[in-house]
Nanobody, 113 residues
Framework: VQLQASGGGLVQAGGSLRLSCAASGSIFSRGVMGWYRQAPGKQRELVGTITATGSETYADSVKGRFTISRDNAANTVYLQMNSLKPEDTAVYYC????????WGQGTQVTVSS
């Protein structure tokens, strides 16, 4: 499975962005997709996950602001980010788990105050 994340950019605080992660491979619909982020000088942290059946979990810091969705037919998972804050600035990574972990390259999100 190969993952390709896109959609990052520069946005003002309070704005929105939607990240996409396109996956190759026929097993995409079976696994758990996740979004992680890593801010400068900090450890990578989990943003949220979505299972094959659509169950979602979120970090407390993004609950109510971020939404993960997936389109199994398109082999794509999305991260809708609303009400962005400067502390959301990070490189965002998508991740896929089915028997093992797969990681995509990151996409930079910068939120200006």
């Amino acid at each position: 499975v190969q993952l390709q994340a896109s959609g990052g950019g520069l946005v003002q605080a309070g704005g929105s962005l939607r990240l996409s992660c396109a996956a190759s491979g026929s097993i995409f619909s079976r696994g758990v997709m996740g979004w992680y982020r890593q801010a400068p000088g900090k450890q990578r942290e989990l943003v949220g996950t979505i299972t094959a059946t659509g169950s979602e979990t979120y970090a407390d810091s993004v609950k109510g602001r971020f939404t993960i969705s997936r389109d199994n037919a398109a082999n794509t998972v999305y991260l809708q980010m609303n009400s962005l804050k400067p502390e959301d600035t990070a490189v965002y990574y998508c991740n896929y788990f089915y028997l093992r972990y797969y990681w995509g390259q990151g996409t930079q999100v910068t939120v200006s105050s």
